[in-house]
């Protein structure tokens, strides 16, 4: 690429803050530089590494020292783009969503896109709402994290997790039966057969999905599955409380005629409130009762004992989506695919062999 020509700078705006916000045609205006060349550098264009060190240097200086602000609304009447995404989620607290968040998130801010993040906990009509509010804004594309939708927005859509759908979009799917199947053999070979489960919300299709992989994966290791010793996940008065959901849960688990030496939580924050109610009505883990979580967020790796889990690779999964929908955006050529991702288990100290009697 050729060196940037020099202009004849016109008046130099005063370094610090001025009475108003400054331009891109002032800055560039006071460097003696093109609109172009001073955009290419702020935006970090690969076509930027083209200009010399000298050049770069001296427009992100007086950026800063002239505090310079870019115009995105500006720029998407400019470009006829919004650089805009929206992220719908069941709800935006610790656990799995989050994990998924920081990860998209981060991929986003590299790539200099904003975002518009909402939850939705279950509820259909907030669902449709939210999608339609994302349109209306400017989004150029959505990313649902295990988010199902009777209709969508025609825009590039990317989903993680298991839900059906007619659209088109790349989906982003774990195989939960390899996930529930390395959970259950590993259980089988410390010696138990009698398991209790805790399975997700009725509306999560990750969670049926897993619960057919429990049975299966039973029938094929000779274990029986007792009613009574699985329970269901509901949501309680605050909304979505994992944590609180898995400890009743394992409460009426412990107030069951059928004893069990192991637990199989539908995700991590449940098994946690499992252990902690274990223990809170004396039982000790993993001496008594092992359990097994399916997630591997970072909580798990910092309760007593550390959980022993199926990993999910969230950090890999977030940015994946992130990737595959900017993709989506920038390359009208780019079509919809099918991703599966593996899991694999991590064995830590919730789980030993079963006790006997």
Sequence with gaps: ??????????????????????????????????????????????????????????????????????????RMLNNKRSHMVGILSPDLGEGYNASLLTAIERLLIDRKYLYLVSSHHWDKALIRQRLEVFAERGAEGLILINTPTETAPRLPLVSIGGVESDFPMTRITLDNAQGIRLALEHLHALGHRKIAFLKGHSQSSDAAMRWEACVEAARRLGLRIFKENVIQLKRIDDGLNPLREGYIAAGQLLKSKRKFTALLAFNDLSAIGAINAFRDAGRRIPEEISVVGFDDIQAATIV????????????????LAASELLARIEDATSEPRQISIKPELVIRQSTAVCPRG
């Design 1 to 74: 690429m050729r060196k940037a020509k020099h202009r004849t700078a016109g008046p130099a705006p005063s370094p610090g803050t001025p009475s108003k916000p400054i331009s891109l045609r002032d800055l560039a205006a006071y460097l003696g530089l093109s609109r172009s060349t001073v955009s290419l550098v702020l935006n970090n264009s690969p076509v930027a590494q083209g200009l010399t060190p000298e050049t770069r240097a001296r427009v992100q200086k007086a950026a800063a020292e002239l505090n310079y602000k870019a115009n995105y609304f500006a």
């Design 304 to 319: 007593h004992p550390s959980l022993t889990t199926v990993r999910q690779p969230l950090a890999q999964m977030g940015m």
